[in-house]
């Protein structure tokens, strides 16, 4: 290792998450990573939980357009024009929350579905982006809808930067 050689890291934890277990996720995030991918400038690890990135140049404020997955639950809803336009409105209505009302850049709430189900949301972006960059990362995630998640029970866009969630079962802790 050189002298010279910085290091820059982020770590994030879902904000329903309690400090012991973000605690725990945080500490085991950089263990994984640095045993997974030892020799590489830089890395990004994903949790349930928590998410840990670093690399050896400043990207702290910037929105990450690198690294981005889907996740998607194999199920098709049954009455799909429907249920994609409550999930955009429900994800929307959270990006909003997210970036204008709350210092935490987190949010979650849900919405009442036809059938008596309930959709479930979460929308969360990284604290070192400004509330106008957290508006475009949740727009642009919110906008890969159709690629990942449409006619689907439950979905996930997860970026460095930014992140959504939704579910028709309850999975946040509040
Ligand atoms: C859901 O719908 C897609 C597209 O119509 C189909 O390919 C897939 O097999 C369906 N999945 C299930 C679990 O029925």
């Known amino acids: 290792q050189h002298q010279n050689q910085k ?5 994030l934890c879902r904000g329903d998450v309690l400090a012991a277990e973000c605690k725990t996720c ?12 030892p020799y590489n400038k830089g890395g990004i690890i994903w949790y349930d939980y928590c998410m840990f ?19 998607w639950n194999l199920k098709n809803v049954s009455d799909p024009a429907t249920f994609n336009y409550k999930t955009r409105e429900l994800l929307s209505q959270l990006a909003q929350k997210t970036y204008v009302m ?15 189900e309930t959709l ?9 982006l400004s509330s106008s ?3 475009k990362c949740l727009d642009d995630a919110i906008n890969e809808l159709p690629n990942c998640c449409d006619d689907k029970e439950g979905g996930r866009v997860v970026s460095g930067s930014c992140n959504f969630r939704y579910e028709i079962y309850f999975f946040v802790k509040e």
């Open 102 to 116: 709350n210092n935490k850049l987190y949010a979650t709430g849900e919405v009442k579905l036809e059938n008596s």
């Open 120 to 128: 479930y949301g979460l929308t969360q972006c990284t604290r070192d």
């Open 26 to 37: 945080v500490s085991e995030a950089p263990k994984e990573i640095l045993s997974r991918c």
């Open 53 to 71: 990135r670093y690399l050896d140049t400043d990207f702290l404020g910037k929105i990450d357009n690198t690294n981005k997955f889907y996740m």
């Open 7 to 11: 290091a820059y890291g982020l770590a």
């Open 133 to 135: 960059d957290c508006k």
